[in-house]
T-cell receptor, first 116, second 115 residues
């Protein structure tokens, strides 16, 4: 089975611009989560989508948004970029929803965003 | 709210030394617990997991036991190798107040193993 893929892997943007990142989950996985990873803050949860619906949301400003398509692929968008948005953005997929158990997340390699 | 606390790094060891990375958690109910590892330039990979009290997760020589009485899930390895140098994340999955499951990660512990 192919793993989680993220595109692009690297991105350089200027303050004020907007950016869209893409994530393709493992086939059959319906849950996709997004995280921001920075050296100072560690791994911070952005949001989770399940069956095209946002199910959980972290404490990020409204400039950060996402969506999920019917094939479970997900995109996240950041508008009006700030220098502090420079980070590694990780996408993770997991098989299902709330059936309990130890459903681990499978992570993609991340998109390294640099804002100048 | 739920949280995960793990020891700060970096942890620097010589090859073949014993490794312990401490992890404690706060959660209502009965969370599942995980250790993930991140090698340079890569995403996180699941290392091991435990879903209930007294479960022991193990993989590639690493072990961790789910201790409900001490709310801990410490990672151990008897003999580390240079190739184990990475950042290790402790995480939990629990039922949130919204009625859906959520994942919470610790801040990560960097391990450096010297030859």
């Amino acid at each position: 089975k192919a793993g989680v893929t993220q595109t692009p892997r690297y991105l350089i943007k200027t303050r004020g611009q907007q950016v869209t990142l893409s994530c393709s989950p493992i086939s059959g996985h319906r849950s996709v989560s997004w995280y921001q990873q920075t050296p100072g803050q560690g791994l911070q949860f952005l949001f989770e989508y399940f069956s095209e619906t946002q199910r959980n949301k972290g404490n990020f400003p409204g400039r950060f948004s996402g969506r999920q398509f019917s094939n479970s692929r997900s995109e996240m968008n950041v508008s009006t970029l700030e220098l502090g948005d420079s980070a590694l953005y990780l996408c993770a997929s997991s098989p299902t929803g709330d059936s309990g158990g130890g459903h681990e997340q499978y992570f993609g390699p991340g998109t390294r965003l640099t804002v100048t | 709210g739920d949280s995960v606390t793990q020891m700060e790094g970096p942890v620097t060891l010589s090859e073949e030394a014993f490794l312990t990375i401490n992890c404690t958690y706060t959660a209502t109910g009965y969370p599942s617990l995980f250790w993930y590892v991140q090698y340079p330039g890569e995403g996180l990979q699941l290392l091991l997991k435990a879903t209930k009290a007294d479960d022991k997760g193990s993989n590639k020589g690493f072990e961790a036991t789910y201790r409900k009485e001490t709310t801990s899930f410490h990672l151990e390895k008897g003999s580390v190798q240079v190739s184990d140098s990475a950042v290790y994340f402790c995480a939990l999955r629990s039922l949130g107040t919204s009625g859906t499951y959520k994942y919470i990660f610790g801040t990560g512990t960097r391990l450096k193993v010297l030859a």
